[in-house]
């Protein structure tokens, strides 16, 4: 069996640990996205089977 090269183990645990830190960040803007869309008045623009809100992008399904 061929051992990887020390840089390729770097690289991949570099890559690994930058994608922990972007979702970490993901989920801090998914957090303030939630915040914001609790608060706002909803202004809903309804199309068939869902609406969506014009001012925060809330999405609700509409069943009927």
């Given at each position: ?57 809330k ?6």
């Amino acid at each position: 069996m061929v051992q990887p090269s020390i840089n390729k183990v770097k690289q991949v645990s570099y890559l690994k640990e930058e994608i922990n830190r972007l979702k970490n960040i993901i989920e801090q803007l998914e957090e303030q996205i939630s915040q914001i869309q609790i608060q706002c008045k909803h202004i809903f623009l309804e199309v068939e089977g869902f609406r969506k809100c014009t001012k925060c992008h809330k999405v609700e399904v509409i069943y009927y």
